[in-house]
């Protein structure tokens, strides 16, 4: 059993109900219905709480003339996922922004999370990393059907010409149900195993070695936010990608 959590022993405290009618929605029971909260769900829920305050925040101070320390972050961010967008995507990358942006805040901060002592990383538990990888399978096929028809668009399933198809069908749809798990795999084990080796040798030496891995957890948690952003743009591109005559 994992260990539980301070905030996540809050929500199984105080709102058990509240999980437990998530679960019955979906035909689904906790294991232990008097503690349904599993630490991975709060974590998510704290990280998203932190980003919707962080923009709360920084809102009502966007300045034109007076820009603060926080809002040229964001802005330098913007300007390189714009960027990125349009190298990969397209000049209608910007169209995809939203949610490559999306990706990108979301998986970073809930990768960092864990370095703050009593918190977890969720990203280091699969559930996590592969709802991100569903909602990137699932987003890059209707932005697919959108920009081309579901006609033209199944049409890249059969591959350039027709004495192609038998083949081609069954190794496109190999590799199009692949990526999930990819993109799963890459970050939840990424995750985990740095945040293990952290936990290790804040308990073989508690001061100053352990401070260079934790460096290293955070230049990790950028890394695998950026590229899990970056393949799912690859994906979108491939999916709204008209092909030349």
Same mark, same amino acid.
């Given at each position: 059993?994992?260990?539980? #959590?301070?905030?996540?022993?809050?929500?199984?405290? &105080?709102?058990?109900?509240?999980?437990?009618?998530?679960?019955?929605?979906?035909?689904?029971?906790?294991? $232990?219905?008097?503690?349904?909260?599993?630490?991975?769900?709060?974590?998510?829920?704290?990280?998203?709480?932190?980003?919707?305050?962080?923009?709360?925040?920084?809102?009502?101070?966007?300045?034109?003339?007076? !820009?603060?320390?926080?809002?040229?972050?964001?802005?330098? *961010?913007?300007?390189?996922?714009?960027?990125?967008?349009?190298?990969?995507?397209?000049?209608?990358?910007?169209?995809?922004? &939203?949610?490559?942006?999306?990706?990108?805040?979301?998986?970073?901060?809930? $990768? *960092?999370?864990?370095?703050?002592?009593?918190?977890?990383?969720?990203?280091?538990? !699969?559930?996590? !990393?592969?709802?991100?990888?569903?909602?990137?399978?699932? &987003?890059?096929?209707?932005?697919?059907?959108?920009?081309?028809?579901?006609?033209?668009? *199944?049409?890249?399933?059969?591959?350039?010409?027709?004495?192609?198809?038998?083949?081609?069908?069954?190794?496109? #749809?190999?590799?199009?149900?692949?990526?999930?798990?990819?993109?799963?795999?890459?970050?939840?084990?990424?995750?985990?195993?740095?945040?293990?080796?952290? *936990?290790?040798?804040?308990?073989?030496?508690?001061?100053?070695?352990?401070?260079?891995?934790?460096?290293?957890?955070?230049?990790?948690?950028?890394?695998?936010?950026?590229?899990?952003?970056?393949?799912?743009?690859?994906?979108?591109?491939?999916?709204?990608?008209?092909?030349?005559?």
């Amino acid at each position: 059993m994992e260990h539980e #959590l301070g905030f996540t022993k809050l929500f199984n405290d &105080y709102i058990p109900g509240v999980a437990n009618a998530i679960l019955g929605i979906f035909g689904q029971h906790a294991h $232990n219905p008097e503690r349904p909260w599993a630490n991975f769900v709060t974590m998510q829920i704290l990280v998203t709480l932190i980003i919707m305050v962080l923009f709360a925040i920084l809102s009502p101070k966007i300045s034109m003339d007076r !820009p603060g320390k926080l809002q040229h972050i964001f802005e330098a *961010l913007y300007t390189f996922l714009h960027d990125q967008a349009q190298e990969i995507v397209g000049h209608h990358g910007h169209r995809y922004l &939203y949610l490559f942006a999306t990706f990108f805040i979301f998986i970073l901060f809930a $990768n *960092l999370i864990g370095i703050i002592p009593a918190f977890e990383s969720p990203t280091m538990f !699969p559930p996590v !990393p592969l709802g991100c990888a569903l909602v990137a399978f699932l &987003y890059y096929h209707a932005q697919g059907v959108i920009e081309q028809g579901t006609w033209k668009y *199944l049409k890249h399933f059969a591959g350039p010409v027709w004495w192609l198809t038998p083949l081609m069908i069954p190794i496109e #749809l190999i590799s199009h149900l692949a990526r999930p798990m990819s993109l799963t795999i890459r970050l939840f084990a990424n995750m985990f195993a740095g945040e293990q080796v952290t *936990l290790v040798f804040l308990k073989m030496v508690p001061l100053f070695i352990p401070v260079i891995f934790m460096g290293m957890h955070v230049f990790v948690a950028f890394l695998q936010a950026y590229i899990f952003t970056l393949l799912a743009m690859v994906y979108v591109a491939g999916a709204v990608a008209h092909e030349e005559h």
